[in-house]
């Protein structure tokens, strides 16, 4: 079955802190890997994404680290904003499937100022 | 970037009642649109993928004959919810992939509520 864990269900951080937010993938196929950004009553919107040909990748604030041995990737926030405040959802898909994304559970992303 | 854009944001119906949501994609063409559902505090649940001009791919679980979709061209699909009940009630959301690098991009969601 295709899954992707994610970890935690819900992370409290400090303005001005790291947030870390983990995914593990089961299917070795997977071949794209976004991070999306959801605001309450809003549709997820892309935030950065990865494939499994380089192992980082920053835009901005935000970076993905990837790891193909481990089949896992996390998402770094740094100087985290209050405004950042929001649920994150990791997801994989496999071009070959028409870009059929599976999320994770998502986590919801608390910056106190 | 790449929009996708769904209407209603908010429909209220009646119990029995059948409501369309659409789902565009405004600057370029979408190959395959995929529906999710999304329950308060929960991630997104893939109810079906549908590509231009061929019939959707629901997933198990997902009744066809309730949730029609129909994707008659290459910038719009749309959801109908047939005789409508309490229960369907939920934030439905669509995608759309086909732009640069084939990304997939997200509409920002319709309430229905089923009175």
């Known amino acids: 079955q295709q899954q992707v864990k994610q970890s935690p269900q819900s992370l409290i951080v400090q303005k001005g802190g790291i947030s870390i937010i983990n995914c593990a993938y089961e299917?070795?196929?997977?071949?794209?890997f976004p991070w999306y950004q959801q605001f309450p009553g809003k549709g997820p919107a892309l935030l950065i994404a990865?494939?499994?040909?380089?192992s980082e990748k920053k835009e901005g604030r935000f970076t993905i680290s990837f790891n193909k041995s481990a089949k896992q990737f996390s998402l770094h926030i740094m100087d985290s904003q209050p405004g950042d405040s929001a649920t994150y959802f990791c997801?994989?898909?496999?071009?070959?499937?028409?870009?059929?994304?599976?999320f994770g559970e998502g986590t919801q992303l608390t910056v106190n100022p | 970037g790449a929009v996708v854009s769904q209407h209603p944001s908010r429909v209220i119906c009646k119990s029995g009642t059948s409501v369309k949501i659409e789902c565009r994609s405004l600057?370029?063409?979408?190959?395959?649109m995929f529906w999710y559902r999304q329950f308060p505090k929960q991630s997104l649940m893939l109810m079906a993928t549908?590509?231009?001009?061929?019939?959707?791919?629901?997933e198990q679980g997902v009744e066809k004959d309730k949730f029609l979709i129909n994707h008659a061209s290459l910038t719009l699909s749309t959801l109908t919810v047939t005789s409508a009940h309490p229960e369907d009630s939920s934030f439905y959301i669509c995608?759309?992939?086909?732009?640069?690098?084939?990304?997939?991009?997200f509409g920002e969601g319709s309430w229905l509520t089923v009175v």
């Open positions: 995608s759309a992939s086909g732009g640069a690098g084939n990304t997939i991009y």
């Open positions: 299917n070795t196929a997977f071949d794209y």
């Open positions: 990865i494939r499994p040909d380089v």
């Open positions: 997801a994989a898909s496999k071009e070959t499937s028409g870009s059929r994304l599976t």
């Open positions: 600057d370029f063409q979408a190959t395959t």
């Open positions: 549908s590509n231009e001009g061929s019939k959707a791919t629901y």
